[in-house]
Nanobody, 124 residues
Framework: QVQLVESGGGLVQAGGSLRLSCAAS????????MGWFRQAPGKEREFVAV????????GYSDSVKGRFTISRDNAKNTVYLQMNSLKPEDTAVYYC?????????????????WGQGTQVTVSS
């Protein structure tokens, strides 16, 4: 079991930056691949980024590639999402999630644990 708590969301102008954090409980954080997803009003939840258990591999959706960076600190049980050059279309609730048994999963069904989400709003 792992519990996830996101933080760092807020309101930012287009072109600005935010860093999201996701703190995990438990002593098995390093055994989970970690991902970030987002859901905008009226839209389905979509994959944003993933990082492998060791942090050695990452993956991104085309819409954020080159602007967002996922990282993790296994000693602190925390995964981060650095978001730069933010656009109004990045506005959404952002969720972190944990997956076991996959290398760099990119579909929500592969994740067994989810945080409560943090709101990111980008104004134009």
């Amino acid at each position: 079991q792992v519990q996830l708590v996101e933080s760092g969301g807020g309101l930012v102008q287009a072109g600005g930056s935010l860093r999201l954090s996701c703190a995990a409980s438990g002593r098995t954080f390093s055994t989970y691949a970690m991902g970030w997803f987002r859901q905008a009003p009226g839209k389905e939840r979509e994959f944003v980024a993933v990082i492998a258990r060791s942090g050695g591999s990452t993956g991104y959706s085309d819409s954020v590639k080159g602007r967002f960076t996922i990282s993790r600190d296994n000693a602190k049980n925390t995964v981060y999402l650095q978001m730069n050059s933010l656009k109004p279309e990045d506005t959404a609730v952002y969720y972190c999630a944990a997956a076991r048994g996959y290398y760099v999963p990119s579909t929500s069904s592969q994740y067994g644990y989810w945080g409560q989400g943090t709101q990111v709003t980008v104004s134009s």
